[in-house]
């Protein structure tokens, strides 16, 4: 590839298939679009349906991530998006401050409240507890997701919907969704702003699912943390970034559904294959 | 008032003292302005802090609402908020439609999802079995209001800044914000949009307090309900619009600091005063 | 059969299996002896372990209920009892009292409290304002036997080992123990004592399974009410008599144990069988 | 004092008055007489009730606590217990063994089950992991309540008739009640019987209260733990055992009636005034 002496550091391809079997017609909220914003740049996209039902695409103002409505009619439907995206080097520094209150951004300031899943008013004094005597910053929230990784069993299976981060801080059970809400809820309990990210991923095993880590925010920036140790942080292409997993679901169904296939893959594309 | 044949409809004053004992500086985060938006009008305000500490005032850029942001220092802190507000009529049709799914405007959406305070999804079966079977619209969530305002017992006291919306569903005991919540979260897990409202209120009986009800999204607009029914809806001054009372408490505060007096007043300004 | 004029009214034979792999060495503690107590008498039974590992078996000394004590070794366990029951009938009247408090039996009394499965504590204002209206005695007891039908889902799977009566009061929906236990609450609640009854039954449709239903103090003796309307209560073999599933769970192990079969079958034996 | 070379190793004096204030015909039950059981023995006691309503007292055929029961009339009720109490030493060995399942006594079996607030089956794998690891015995029953110690606050108020040992786990804060059922909880989650103690004691610090502390199955015998650390072992003076809280409560009120005066003194009786 002559004349491209610096290639993108990181370029994914993202093939998304979801299929349902649906009863009645049902109107679907996705969240499957990858993240256009921040460290995240769509090169190209496609998403087909079929049937081929009207869609509407609506890009919150702010966060810049992208939900798909529409309303399928009985029978199956079938969605496939497919992506090449690039991603900025995450080589953060590593001992971000963490920022005062009185500093934080206005907008900012709304990710230190409990949410449905991340009930850090509950945990506040656990987490003091266990991190008010570390020194603030980078490497607080890393020994937070620390915390996680050794204190909690991650099992398929194990929790439901309606599980939240104070259910597995006394379960010490979960999968990574689970653990990003103890990771959020945490930070929150200690004044780090914090928010959830789903995102695709690479994972060292199969299946392939979304994936789902925190952000805090720190150094004036939003930092992302894997509890899960599944994924490098370079191998994560955001969909969106929300309260808690109820802002970011890849899919909210109002109808009786039954979700028949979810095959969300992430493939880097070697350097030699960038155009 | 020659000339001037018709009044505004609702003329009210606001008087609001809060003060506070710091023990060390601390950040507060307020929301005690009368929204100007929506079917009210702010005619005149002021805010005085005593000491006069710097304040820093955002308003949501979507909703209207108002942050006061301020760092006071150990000792007591004063604060003073007046306003006249004029009120627009609140005699909305009493027979408004719920909105179809695929017709709620974008960013109305999120108001279907459960919150810290406001689980909708663990009051699903609930909901359905309770207010299923009635015909859809205002009826239903005035049924709601009705079956809350006759079920649960209004007593001071009886709960907690972790009380949630299921708490009191089980519980059948609460104030006012978990009379909202349990609106809120019926109205959601019956798919109708609904949000906590805070706001100013003529009670029948002091103290004066601030006071929280809900609002459900019924013939494209949002209405209002009181299950309470310690205020008339006329009687309100909306502060802030929110998922639940995280997004709309009167003060949030980072720091060692306990409240010596909280006196919220609302007073109706007679036709003959206005100006 | 000429001469026996009265045969038994009810005569059940029992046919239960169970088995296990077992990883390690594991302590079993099973109750699946029929009660030869209150109203039923164990004409003959047989218990057979295959491996013959020793038992001891232990009978309450105040109830009557039997634990089966084993530790297997790894490898596959099965257990099979077989028993001939015979069962007075339990045409009770159907309008015994309640029995003041200052009256019930001293050792009665604990069927009041709160357990784990069973948190009357805060189910109180619900029971009250649900049943508090009703004439006390054994119609207000069935009115909380029908409301549970009326008001909750079966649905196999819906809960978990963990489900308790105030979290099936919330989402509505459970299996036989949760209906139970919800009737166990509400009427502690009320001051009735009540209690879980485990039994062998006989169901209109497979698969066969232990049953679980509520006893409540009534007419100074205990009363079966089962609101799951699943079985009659003419076809209960009871097993033990609880505080909550706690007490008469069939099966509790300490260790590494997996269940292969489940095949508790309760047989009606003809009058003409009956020796 | 010729003749008694071997004076009581100790020996106390108890004083305790209660009063309530009844609206209406009330029945409680009381539990304040000291244990007459185990390592005390009761030397003298007197019961005084003003007015004189008629009592039964009842001891638990196992255990040996006794129940005061009885019904006051409207009015004021004041109860009146004195005992003179001789306390075996409790210099345990301090490395008892814990005992396998399968040679634990039948009738303390039960003392492994959860309970209304000591919910061990939810705290299974946190127990596991922060005590899993230890060496069995003593030291690890110590390890818990020192855990405790270490882990929670003491705050008067902090907690609720319906808090739990989950919930304090997870608030990290409560009274010597809560201190104790999050220590049985702990142990039975790790197969070791375990159950609450009711006592008098004596305390560095004023008010003077009931006492709750927890006992585990060590050596074959049942050894104290105070996580409090508010009183030695032996100053406490047993009332009852129970599986929690709820079986142990100094009295339980069914009717509306408001408690006055609570004053449980324990005093220790020096030696020269020992008979």
Redesign the interface.
Known sequence: MPGSPLPPPHLFDIQCSLSYQIEDAT?F?FQIHALNAMDQRVLSEALRLTPPVPV?V?ADPFLGHR?V?L?APPGELLLRYEARVQVEGRDWEDEAAETP??ELP?NV??NL????YC?S???G??AW?LFGDLAPGTARVQAIADWIFD?L?YERGSTQ??TTA?DV?????GVCRDFAHLGVAFCRAL?IPARLVAGYAIFDEPPPDFHAVFEAYLGRRWVLFDPTRLSRREDIVRIAHGRDA??VAFATL?GPAKMLEMNPQLLRVPAAAAP
Chains 1, 2, 3, 4 share one sequence.
Do not use: G
């Not at 409240?113 to 449905?116: A, E, I």
């Not at 801080?169 to 059970?173: H, I, N, T």
């Open positions: 109107d909220l509407h609506y939900f409505r309303q209150i009185s206005d300031l709304h409240m409990p949410t449905r009930e008013d509950l945990l004094r656990a507890k204190n069993d919907s309606t104070s801080y006394l379960s010490r059970v004044n109820k802002d109002f």
